[in-house]
């Protein structure tokens, strides 16, 4: 196990110790600083491979909090996963860790089969025998952290819920939805204590540089074509990525044990307006003189399998557990752009 220089402090007693996957990758280098200091009382163990998709910038700024343990290892690394349960006396597991771009999957399914299959199953393995032989398979919970994704494309009406059917579209939806599977599986088989949630996109500081809001951002300052795929009017339902940390969270620690959730902004927009939303703000920003970035935009031959929209009815989690996304929209794509013309240079170049 390859566990990095850290100043968590061994001397304390803390009142739990949560594993949490991928907190070095877009979302869990939201969640992690954030609920360490949510959860002073909480130990984070932080199992990260720190692939391409990690900002590892983040995970060494983890590693200077009082209550987390980076350790960079692999989840399908069976030895490892089932160490770092029997030495860390592990009580509650956050799954974020995943392959998660949809344009990878295509090149190349198998690394998101081993990743997000096969690395849920040999989690869930190690957490399902470690909680077994301590007694707290009931008590201990295991949160899975999934995308709208797995439900396939919606027209032009309608939202997801908590009853809508798997349909995936790709690779990379396949595998998700065959993880969330698994979750199922080892709670109904044997009785183990899971929630899961569903998101939709999210958008934020510190995001790899392939995705949308910074490939534009990246193209748009080359003053590059941006590329936008098919007719660009595909639908996204975009959540401010704090928001989704706090939902996890949220469903972690109080959902009722097999609950599952979909979370969602409220906030839908086609790849043409959310592009044009960037394009303006970088024209505040950093204007070009004569021109408006969204000149820029051009449309490219579509991305097979691309699925028409994705929307989110959040009524669930707003009832049962008083969630509400919390960022306007305006706002928070100003600071997007901001961080990735300021401290987030080196992330926006990363592809
Ligand atoms: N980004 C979104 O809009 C979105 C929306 C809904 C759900 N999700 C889900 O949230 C989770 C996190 O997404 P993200 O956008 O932060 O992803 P990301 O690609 O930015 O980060 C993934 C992280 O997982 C790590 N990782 C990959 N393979 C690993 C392995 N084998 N072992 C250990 N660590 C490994 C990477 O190093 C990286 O730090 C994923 O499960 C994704 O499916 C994402």
């Not at 803390?14 to 979302?27: S, Y």
């Not at 009722?256 to 920003?285: F, N, Q, W």
Request: proline share 5%; net charge negative; with cysteine.
């Amino acid at each position: 196990m390859t566990q990095t220089p850290t100043s968590a402090d061994t001397s304390k007693t803390f009142r739990e110790t949560v594993l949490v996957t991928g907190g070095a990758g877009f979302i869990g280098a939201h969640y992690v600083p954030w609920a360490a200091a949510a959860h002073p009382e909480t130990r984070f163990v932080d199992l990260d491979l720190l692939t391409y998709a990690a900002d590892t910038g983040a995970f060494s700024e983890q590693a200077k909090l009082p209550n987390v343990v980076p350790v960079i290892g692999d989840i399908t690394d069976e030895t490892l996963v089932a160490k770092i349960f029997e030495e860390m006396d592990v009580t509650g597991v956050i799954h974020f860790a995943a392959e998660s771009h949809v344009d990878n999957s295509i090149a190349d399914p198998l690394t998101f089969i081993r990743t997000n299959v096969e690395g849920t199953a040999v989690l869930l393995r190690a957490a399902r025998d470690a909680w077994t032989k301590r007694g707290t398979l009931e008590t201990s919970r295991f949160h899975h952290v999934s995308t709208d994704e797995v439900f396939g494309s919606l027209g032009f009406t309608g939202f997801f819920t908590e009853e809508t059917p798997h349909a995936p579209n790709s690779p990379y939806s396949a595998s998700k939805a065959a993880s969330e599977h698994l979750v199922r599986a080892w709670r109904e088989t044997y009785g183990m204590n899971t929630s899961i949630t569903n998101c939709s996109n999210n958008y934020g500081p510190r995001q790899h540089g392939e995705k949308l809001i910074p490939t534009v951002i990246r193209k748009a300052l080359a003053k590059e074509p941006i590329p936008i795929y098919g007719t660009g009017r595909n639908i996204r339902d975009w959540l401010w990525v704090e928001d989704h940390c706090r939902a996890v969270d949220l469903v972690f620690r109080e959902a009722a044990p097999a609950s599952a959730y979909v979370v969602g902004g409220r906030c839908e927009k086609s790849t043409i307006e959310m592009a044009e939303a960037v394009c303006a703000v970088l024209d505040e920003m950093t204007p070009w003189v004569g021109h408006r970035h969204a000149e820029l935009m051009t449309l490219v031959a579509d991305r097979p399998g691309h699925d028409f929209r994705y929307a989110i009815s959040p009524e669930k989690i707003e009832r049962d557990l008083g969630w509400r996304p919390t960022m306007a929209f305006d706002e928070g794509i100003r600071r997007t752009v901001a961080w990735y013309l300021g401290e987030g240079r080196g992330r926006l170049l990363a592809v």
